[in-house]
């Protein structure tokens, strides 16, 4: 299946969804002046090509006592960081990983209740990846601003760039 690129149109369909995914194919065709059936086309699109996925997200800033740990990860070599990655993806409670430039290779972000869940985390999930050299870890405990159509941002301009 060929991958189009995202033009203005669908990146302006993609701004009314991202401040509310529930927001009607009518309400942004209005918004748009185009018809309802050209927006629905282009998420169906959109979505069948993996260029977006529409999903519920959880308001973090709600959750009791939540711990937004960053775990920085340094690799034995760099030709492990791949394959580490993927590893690291794959594990459930992990929401984010990325390939990093600087004093760490890898950056994997969870979301814990407390310092003991985080070492006991570290030490049964993360630790005893082959290809791990260390871990430091960074704590976030005062959310300022989560904007939540970053990683939209993100995903738009990561297949803009492999396109």
Not at 7 to 25: P, V, Y
Not at 29 to 42: F, M, N, P, Q, S
Request: contains cysteine; aromatic residues 4%; proline residues 2%.
């Amino acid at each position: 299946m060929h991958k189009h690129q995202l033009d203005e149109l669908d990146l302006k369909i993609l701004d009314g969804l991202a401040h509310d995914a529930r927001t009607s194919n009518r309400k942004i065709a209005a918004e748009l002046g185009i018809a309802e059936g050209t927006v629905r086309a282009r998420i169906k699109r959109m979505e069948a090509e993996g260029l977006v996925s529409i999903t519920a997200m959880t308001n973090i800033a709600r959750l009791r006592n939540p711990i937004l740990a960053y775990i920085w990860v340094e690799a034995e070599r760099s030709a492990q960081c791949e394959d580490l990655a993927q590893r690291l993806a794959a594990v459930p409670e992990i929401g984010f990983v990325g390939k990093m430039l600087g004093r760490f290779d890898l950056l994997a972000i969870t979301l814990v209740q407390n310092h003991a869940e985080l070492a006991a985390f570290l030490h049964r999930r993360i630790s005893g990846l082959p290809g791990v050299l260390r871990t430091e870890c960074s704590l976030g405990v005062n959310f300022v601003k989560h904007d939540y159509r970053m990683s939209r941002i993100v995903k738009v301009e990561a297949e803009n760039a492999v396109e």
